[in-house]
C-alpha cells in the first residue's frame, strides 16, 4: 500500500449512483438511488423525480424545513434506518460560509450527503531533532470507526459554536487537556473529500489544527471515546498508513496533510503531487 491509497480511498464515488437532493435550486446533497424508497414515503414534504429530491417549497424558513425534515428522520429513524444516533445538530447549507438552510440530525446527514464539516488537530511533541504525533485509538463503541487510531482530538462541528470554541471543547472532553493549552492550537488549514460509505455520501471538509505539545502533558480520555492514546515516532505513523488500514479513513487524510506540511514527505516522490492535490478534492 501507499499513501495515496488512503487519499483515493476517500474518492470512491459514481456520481450515477445518486440522485440530487435540492432545497428550491440549490443542490444541497446527493442520495444513493438504491436508498430512495423509503422517502417516497413522504410526499408532502419530499417531491421525488427521476433525478432529484427536493425539500416541498412550501417550507420557506429555517424553522419550517427544521421541523419537516425532523419528522422525516425521526420516521427512518424508528425502522432503523439512521444508525448511530447522536442528539447533535449539524447547519445544511451549500457551503459552510453560507447561511444555514435548516438543521438535522448528526447521522443523518450522509444519507442525504449533504456537507459535513469536523474540527481535527494534531498533537506532537519534539524530541530533538525528531518529531512524534500523539495517536488516539478510539473507543469500540464509537458509532463510526470503532477501535481505529485517530488524531488525538477531532469532532464534527455541531450548530451554534465557532471552530476554535468546539476544538477547545472537543480537547477537554476527549484528552483532558486544558483549555489554555488547547487554544494554542493553530489553524493549519483544510482537507476535504466526498466517498461513498456504508451509511451514504460523505461530502466533508476538515478544519485541521497544529499543537506542539508539552513533553510532560499526558492525554486521557474523559467522555469515553478514546480507548488509548500512543506517542509514535512520525516514521512508525507512516509505516502503519502505508501498510495497514488501522486508521480511520478520513483521519489519515488528516496525518499525511501534517506529513507534507512539515516536510516528512519528499517532493520528489513520484506521488507527491497527486498527494497534496488529492487533499483538496
Known amino acids: 500500500m501507499a499513501l495515496l491509497d488512503r487519499i483515493d480511498a476517500c474518492a470512491s464515488y459514481n456520481v450515477d449512483d445518486y440522485i440530487d437532493f435540492c432545497v428550491g435550486s440549490e443542490r444541497l446533497g446527493g442520495?444513493?438511488?438504491?436508498?430512495?424508497?423509503?422517502?417516497?414515503?413522504?410526499?408532502d414534504t419530499l417531491i421525488c423525480t427521476d433525478n432529484r429530491i427536493s425539500l416541498n417549497p412550501l417550507f420557506k424558513t429555517y424553522q419550517s424545513r427544521t421541523d419537516?425534515?425532523?419528522?422525516?428522520?425521526?420516521v427512518l429513524r424508528a425502522a432503523g434506518l439512521v444508525p448511530g444516533w447522536r442528539n447533535e445538530a449539524y447547519p445544511v447549507g451549500v457551503k459552510f460560509t453560507a447561511p444555514a438552510l435548516f438543521q438535522i440530525e448528526r447521522a443523518a446527514v450522509s444519507i442525504f450527503g449533504l456537507k459535513g464539516y469536523g474540527v481535527h488537530m494534531n498533537g506532537f511533541v519534539r524530541d530533538g531533532k525528531n518529531v512524534k504525533l500523539w495517536i488516539a485509538k478510539r473507543s469500540?463503541?464509537?458509532?463510526?470507526?470503532?477501535g481505529k487510531l485517530d488524531q488525538i482530538v477531532a469532532g464534527g462541528q455541531p450548530v451554534g459554536i465557532k471552530l476554535k470554541?468546539?476544538?477547545?471543547?472537543e480537547c477537554a472532553e476527549e484528552a483532558n487537556m486544558p483549555a489554555?493549552?488547547?487554544a494554542q492550537a493553530v489553524p493549519v488549514g483544510t482537507v476535504s473529500y466526498m466517498t461513498s460509505r456504508p451509511e451514504g455520501l460523505r461530502d466533508d471538509t476538515l478544519f485541521n489544527y497544529d499543537l506542539e505539545l508539552p513533553k510532560?502533558?499526558?492525554?486521557?480520555?474523559?467522555?469515553g471515546e478514546v480507548e488509548a492514546?500512543?506517542?509514535?515516532?512520525?516514521?512508525?505513523?507512516?509505516?502503519?498508513?502505508k501498510r495497514t488500514d488501522d486508521f480511520k479513513f478520513n483521519s489519515g487524510l488528516v496525518v499525511i496533510d501534517f506529513m507534507v506540511r512539515h516536510g516528512f514527505i519528499d517532493s520528489d516522490e513520484a506521488a507527491y503531487a497527486d498527494i497534496v492535490s488529492g487533499l483538496h478534492r
Open 140 to 146: 469500540m463503541s464509537k458509532q463510526t470507526g470503532p
Open 31 to 43: 442520495i444513493a438511488r438504491k436508498a430512495l424508497g423509503p422517502l417516497k414515503a413522504f410526499p
Open 216 to 223: 510532560e502533558f499526558k492525554p486521557e480520555s474523559t467522555d
Open 180 to 182: 489554555q493549552l488547547a
Open 165 to 169: 470554541d468546539n476544538l477547545i471543547k
Open 68 to 74: 419537516a425534515m425532523s419528522v422525516v428522520i425521526e
Open 229 to 241: 492514546f500512543y506517542l509514535w515516532p512520525i516514521n512508525k505513523v507512516c509505516d502503519v498508513l
